[in-house]
């Protein structure tokens, strides 16, 4: 069984700054992918960046980047000039073929983020 | 084009009674899962249809059941609702197959009381 990990519940910074979010996550799978998921308060999961585990380099999208360390099976997220907009819980996922098809999302419990002005 | 759809958006059940939850993929996307959000428990994985068939399922009590329709739409069904059963339930839409690992659009979710 897959577990997902994030240890820092809150997290908060100021407006402009860069933050990072831990996750580590344990598995014996060999090919599996990796998501961030973004949880405004209107409750929509986002996707927010996703890593393919057989890619070596880190993912980007725009202000969003990854730190991807598959040996130490570690996939933080750095968030570059933060802005008020990007207050929400965060959720690391993880995914690997279940059988029959089948992908299913393990997640962490998340961390919430407070970008303050 | 349009989003996932999940109807209703707040439901209040009392204990004992069944609940039906509706969720409508994108437009294309055959595959529909289903999780439930608790503070408790975080987000945990009910099950996922495809192509009408339920291919893989969590670890819920049997209460706990879905389907999915020709056109992709899926409903989520809890017989004999427990206080426990409180919850945002969100429904996430994929292309399904391989194409599952390209990420999932959630829809915005039900949030279900129990009293």
């Known amino acids: 069984a897959q577990t997902v990990t994030q240890s820092q519940p809150e997290m908060s910074v100021q407006e402009a700054e860069t933050v990072t979010l831990s996750c580590t996550y344990d598995?014996?799978?060999?090919?599996?992918?990796l998501f961030w998921y973004k949880q405004p308060p209107s409750r929509q999961m986002i996707l927010v960046i996703r890593?393919?585990?057989?890619?070596?380099q880190n993912a980007t999208e725009n202000r969003f980047s990854v730190n991807f360390q598959k040996a130490a099976k570690s996939f933080s997220l750095k968030i570059s000039d933060s802005q008020l907009g990007d207050t929400a819980m965060y959720f690391c996922?993880?995914?690997?073929?279940?059988?029959?098809?089948?992908?299913?999302?393990?997640f962490g419990k998340g961390t919430k983020l407070s970008v303050i002005p | 084009k349009a989003g996932v759809t999940q109807t209703p958006r707040y439901l209040i059940k009392t204990r004992g009674q069944q609940v039906t939850l509706s969720c409508s993929p994108i437009?294309?996307?055959?595959?529909v899962s289903w999780y439930q959000q608790t503070p408790g428990q975080g987000l945990q994985f009910l099950f996922e249809?495809?192509?009408?068939?339920?291919?893989n399922k969590g670890n819920f009590p049997g209460r706990f059941s879905g389907r999915q329709f020709s056109n992709s739409r899926s409903e989520m069904n809890v017989s004999t609702l427990e206080l426990g059963d409180s919850a945002l339930y969100l429904c996430?839409?994929?292309?399904?197959?391989?194409?599952?690992?390209?990420?999932?659009?959630f829809g915005s979710g039900t949030r279900l009381t129990v009293v």
């Open positions: 996430a839409s994929s292309q399904g197959g391989a194409g599952s690992n390209y990420g999932y659009t």
């Open positions: 598995t014996s799978e060999n090919n599996y992918y």
């Open positions: 890593q393919e585990a057989y890619k070596q």
């Open positions: 996922a993880f995914t690997a073929y279940s059988g029959a098809g089948s992908y299913q999302l393990t």
């Open positions: 437009s294309g996307h055959r595959s």
């Open positions: 249809y495809f192509s009408e068939t339920q291919r």
